[in-house]
């Protein structure tokens, strides 16, 4: 008889955690592309300033824009904090997975990602993106047993086969 598999552990969402989503998911943009917001703010109040239209609306657009360019330059630390400060921060998470899908559960938050939910699997250094219609999810490897490990590797080998 062929029994139906499945893992469950549990872990804490720390900033370590949340680090490690950001390194492993985030994509950085160092560009001048980057800062296009903050440029067109600084553009606008610096011309408004120059017309003395609206003294107020010019200061706030010109601190605006630096504060839109300090976002972008440290955009880790910033995510982090944000993070840092959610109710579910520093809380346990209790991850199963099995034949349907992967669910996570704690006080908060509560999810279930089905196998057949995901369009694609592509594995990092220490874990796996996991991208679906609604967006992406990272699953980290360090939670992890190998044969959990391996679970994962074959779910996502018979999705590319389909």
């Not at 062929?2 to 549990?10: D, G, I, L, P």
């Not at 360019?69 to 440290?74: E, N, Q, T, Y």
């Not at 899908?101 to 990602?113: H, K, L």
């Not at 699953?139 to 590797?153: H, P, W």
Request: with cysteine; net charge neutral.
């Amino acid at each position: 008889m062929n029994q139906e598999y499945s893992y469950t552990t549990q872990y804490t969402l720390d900033k370590s955690h949340f680090s490690e989503c950001f390194d492993e998911s985030a994509v950085v943009d160092n560009s001048i592309k980057a800062y296009r917001k903050a440029i067109i703010f600084a553009v606008v109040g610096t011309a408004l300033m120059l017309t003395n239209i609206n003294g107020y609306a010019s200061w706030f657009l010109i601190a605006l824009s630096a504060l839109e360019a300090l976002s972008v330059k440290f955009r880790k630390p910033w995510w982090l904090m944000r993070q840092m400060i959610s109710k579910a921060a520093n809380n346990e998470v209790t991850l199963t997975i099995n034949e349907s899908g992967i669910s996570n559960d704690s006080f908060y938050v509560q999810g279930t990602i089905l196998w057949d939910d995901i369009i694609e699997f592509t594995e990092t250094k220490q874990g796996f993106l996991l991208k679906q219609a609604k967006g992406v999810s990272y699953l980290s490897k360090r939670s992890l047993d190998e044969t959990a490990i391996q679970f994962v590797k074959d779910k996502a080998a018979s999705k590319a086969l389909n």
